[in-house]
């Protein structure tokens, strides 16, 4: 099993400009999650699925959009980036048969930059 | 105030010390966790705790609900467990994410 991966790992954007990050679980998680980790700050949720079709916002959800049409995967996008915007994001994943105690699985996280 | 405190925010001890990571919380919580983020990146959850006592190898959590706090251990450290350490918390009644600390990094020097 790969666990979580995510696309890309790096990538410097101008500002104005869009991307969706990818994210993909092959574990069967129901729950998966997008957070941003800035020096400073600590990790943040941004948006969270707790499954195919559903989304909700997290503590940092502007700026962002997300999507899940397919359970094992996750998009977040940035529809016109910022500087604000630049971090390492990552994906999680957890069970729901915890809920809301499950264990969550982290994907290796993607560094962004946006000049 | 964040509503997850983590003490000392960095630590360095020498091969062999006994490491306590300390992690107070403010709010009601139904679990807590403890990670671990390597230097290159990575993040692995290491327990995730809603009463009393874990261990796993050379670590071991608690945590006391009463008093809304949580200690991670590492016995005989080794250079290898050089990281920073984060606690998280799911928030009773919160979104169904983390709330994290903002994390511990130790350093154990040889």
């Known amino acids: 099993n790969a666990g979580v991966t995510q696309t890309p790992k790096f990538r410097v954007l101008k500002t104005g400009q869009s991307m969706t990050l990818l994210c993909a679980q092959d574990?069967?998680?129901?729950?998966m999650y997008w957070y941003r980790q800035d020096p400073g700050m600590g990790l943040r949720l941004i948006h969270y699925?707790?499954?195919?079709?559903?989304?909700a916002k997290g503590e940092v959800p502007d700026g962002y959009n997300v999507s899940r049409l397919k359970k094992q995967n996750f998009l977040l996008g940035l529809e016109s980036a910022a500087p604000s915007q630049t971090s390492v994001y990552f994906c999680?994943?957890?069970?729901?048969?915890?809920?809301?105690?499950?264990?969550?699985?982290f994907g290796p996280g993607t560094r962004l930059t946006v000049t | 105030k964040n509503e997850v405190e983590q003490s000392p925010q960095n630590l360095t001890a020498q091969e062999g010390e006994f490491i306590t990571i300390n992690c107070s919380y403010s709010?009601?919580?139904?679990?807590l966790h403890w990670l671990q983020q390597h230097p290159g990146g990575g993040i692995v959850s290491l327990f995730m705790?809603?009463?009393g006592k874990k261990k796993h190898g050379r670590l071991i959590a608690t945590i006391n609900i009463q008093e809304k706090h949580s200690s991670l251990h590492i016995t005989a450290s080794h250079p290898r467990d050089s990281a920073v350490y984060i606690c998280?918390?799911?928030?009773?009644?919160?979104?169904?994410?983390?709330?994290f600390g903002k994390g511990t990094h130790l350093i154990i020097q040889p």
């Open positions: 999680a994943s957890s069970y729901a048969g915890t809920r809301p105690k499950g264990e969550q699985y």
């Open positions: 574990m069967n998680h129901e729950y």
């Open positions: 699925s707790v499954g195919e079709g559903t989304t």
């Open positions: 709010v009601g919580i139904s679990a």
């Open positions: 705790l809603s009463s």
């Open positions: 998280a918390v799911h928030l009773r009644g919160g979104a169904d994410g983390l709330t």
